[in-house]
């Protein structure tokens, strides 16, 4: 028998927008598992030097609500850490309550219907999994005291493949996709261009840059193509439903 918890419950939802502000968070975890958080780092810093401890913002709250005029609202208090904080939460398992990664992802799709996926890069802290491109929100998106997570969207696809803000065409409402303490801010963004082409104009952007984020990228175009394992759970059980047979 397995020793290990089975995977968390993947729970989807449409909003039509997001209401993400900062907040101030004494954080249990930060501050009494400090000496272990800071051996962590150690640790994974050792094995990956590549790895930077910047600034980054987690949520304590984000939830779903309805407004007076019928719309809804993903409502999300986000408080500042830093990356290695960030870190040593996720890999001791997310403990704790009350805290989630808050996060969003473009999920670019060609114009004749498949999904960009791309694997992490070796200097990522989650290298060779595959998923959207995505970066955990950090104090660069907050604008005016709310954190603007569609700009951190753009801004993340422009960065790990090239893709500008300008062409692309997202679509009006989000999908929050919960799985356990993650919660993906998901919004597609149709693109003008084939599949084959992405695919091609991508890799070869990758191949200019000297630490790519993505170490490739494949397109999605059937159920089939999610069979990968490396895939997270929670970008297949998004997809599935959007893709053919």
């Not at 993903?74 to 996720?90: E, G, M």
């Not at 303490?181 to 919004?187: E, G, K, Q």
């Not at 091609?200 to 993505?214: D, H, M, S, V």
Request: glycine share 6%.
């Amino acid at each position: 028998m397995s020793g290990r918890n089975p995977p968390p419950p993947i729970e989807l939802s449409t909003v039509d927008r997001l209401r993400c502000v900062v907040c101030a968070h004494d954080w249990d975890f930060e501050r009494l598992r400090s000496e272990e958080i800071d051996a962590h780092w150690r640790a994974r810093l050792a094995a990956n030097p590549a790895l930077y401890d910047g600034p980054v913002l987690m949520a304590r709250e984000a939830e779903n609500a309805r407004e007076a005029d019928g719309s809804t609202t993903l409502r999300v208090q986000f408080f500042p850490t830093r990356f290695s904080r960030f870190l040593a939460w996720r890999d001791f398992g997310f403990p704790g309550e009350g805290v989630r990664n808050c996060f969003s992802m473009p999920a670019l799709r060609s114009a004749d219907g498949a999904f960009l996926l791309g694997e992490m890069g070796a200097g990522h802290s989650a290298a060779g999994a595959i998923y959207f491109p995505a970066g955990t929100p950090d104090p660069s998106d907050i604008r005016d005291g709310f954190v603007d997570l569609e700009s951190n969207l753009l801004r993340e696809l422009h960065e790990e493949t090239g893709v500008a803000p300008e062409e692309v065409r997202l679509e009006p409402r989000w999908t929050i996709v919960r799985a356990g303490s993650r919660v993906a801010c998901l919004r597609i963004a149709h693109c003008a261009e084939t599949a084959a082409a992405l695919e091609r104009r991508i890799g070869a952007f990758i191949a200019t840059q000297e630490k790519p984020e993505l170490a490739g990228v494949r397109m999605a175009a059937r159920r089939a193509d999610l069979a990968e394992p490396r895939l997270l759970d929670f970008i297949r059980r998004f997809l599935e439903p959007l893709l053919p047979e």
